[in-house]
C-alpha cells in the first residue's frame, strides 16, 4: 500500500484545514489513520478509522475539532480539522496497518506510511 498525503499549510489559529490521503496498492488496510510530530517531540496518535465499517477512533486532543472520514470508492481518508491551535502544529502523516481493536491508537500497529503534510498554526 502506498500513501500519499495532501492539503497541509499555514493558517491561523481559529481556521480549518482538510487534509487528503490517497491510498494505493493491491490491498487497503483494515485501519487508515493520521498522525503527527511535533519538533522535538514523538509521534503521536490523531485519529483512525475502520475502512470497511467506518468505525473511528480518536486522540482526546482532537476530538471534537477533527473528524476522519474516507471515499471508500475513490480510496482517499480525510482529516477535517477545525478549530485549529497552535499546538496542532506538527507534520501529519497518514498510515494504514492491519490494526485490531486494543491497538489502534499505536504505531506499532500501522504498517505502511505516507511522506508527512506541514501543518503550522500561528496564534
Known amino acids: 500500500v502506498q500513501l500519499q498525503a495532501s492539503g497541509g499549510g499555514s493558517v491561523q489559529a481559529g481556521e480549518s484545514l482538510r487534509l487528503s490521503c490517497a491510498a494505493s496498492?493491491?490491498?487497503?488496510?483494515?485501519?487508515l489513520g493520521w498522525f503527527r510530530q511535533a519538533p522535538g517531540k514523538e509521534r503521536e496518535f490523531v485519529a483512525t478509522?475502520?475502512?470497511?465499517?467506518?468505525?473511528?477512533y480518536y486522540a482526546d486532543s482532537v476530538k471534537g475539532r477533527f473528524t476522519i472520514s474516507r471515499d471508500k470508492a475513490k480510496n482517499i481518508l480525510y482529516l477535517q480539522m477545525i478549530s485549529l491551535n497552535a499546538e496542532d502544529t506538527a507534520v501529519y502523516y497518514c498510515a494504514g496497518g492491519q490494526a485490531i481493536t486494543s491497538t489502534v491508537r499505536r504505531r506499532e500497529a500501522y504498517n505502511y506510511w505516507g511522506q508527512g503534510t506541514l501543518v503550522t498554526v500561528s496564534s
Open positions: 496498492g493491491p490491498t487497503v488496510s483494515r485501519y
Open positions: 478509522i475502520n475502512w470497511s465499517s467506518g468505525t473511528t
